[in-house]
């Protein structure tokens, strides 16, 4: 499965961005799928995970409130809405994904994907 993640970009402070993820290869059904974010000079971390049915997401508490996962699954693509975006949120932003269901206490460790995309860039100026 390849992952191609697009929608980064340069934004203010307050406003939104959609990054979008696609998945495509000869396996395209996928379970979980999930984004995570790399700031300047730190770790990996989680921003937020969907389930392969869509009804349930799980979400960072940096982020919750402010940014909704979705999914298509028809089109094999995972979304992530991010508004009132805060400079904190610049970072090179991952989708990932794994062929199946990864349990609760794993959903926000990178290790539980085996799917990854190459990352697009999101920075916010103040």
């Known amino acids: 499965v390849q992952l191609q993640a697009s929608g980064g970009g340069l934004v203010q402070a307050g406003g939104s961005v959609r990054l979008s993820c696609a998945a495509s290869?000869?396996?395209?059904?996928?379970?979980?799928m999930a984004w995570f974010r790399q700031p300047p000079g730190k770790e990996r971390e989680f921003v937020a995970c969907?389930?392969?049915?869509?009804?349930?997401?799980y979400y960072s508490n940096s982020v919750k409130g402010r940014f909704t996962i979705s999914r298509d699954n028809a089109k094999n693509t995972v979304y992530l809405q991010m508004n009132s975006l805060k400079p904190e949120d610049t970072a090179v932003y991952y989708c990932?994904?794994?062929?199946?269901?990864?349990?609760?206490?794993?959903?926000?460790?990178?290790?539980?994907?085996?799917?990854w995309g190459q990352g697009t860039q999101v920075t916010v100026s103040s």
């Open positions: 990932a994904a794994d062929p199946f269901r990864i349990a609760l206490s794993a959903v926000q460790f990178s290790t539980s994907y085996d799917y």
């Open positions: 969907i389930r392969q049915s869509g009804g349930t997401s």
């Open positions: 290869g000869r396996r395209t059904s996928v379970g979980d």
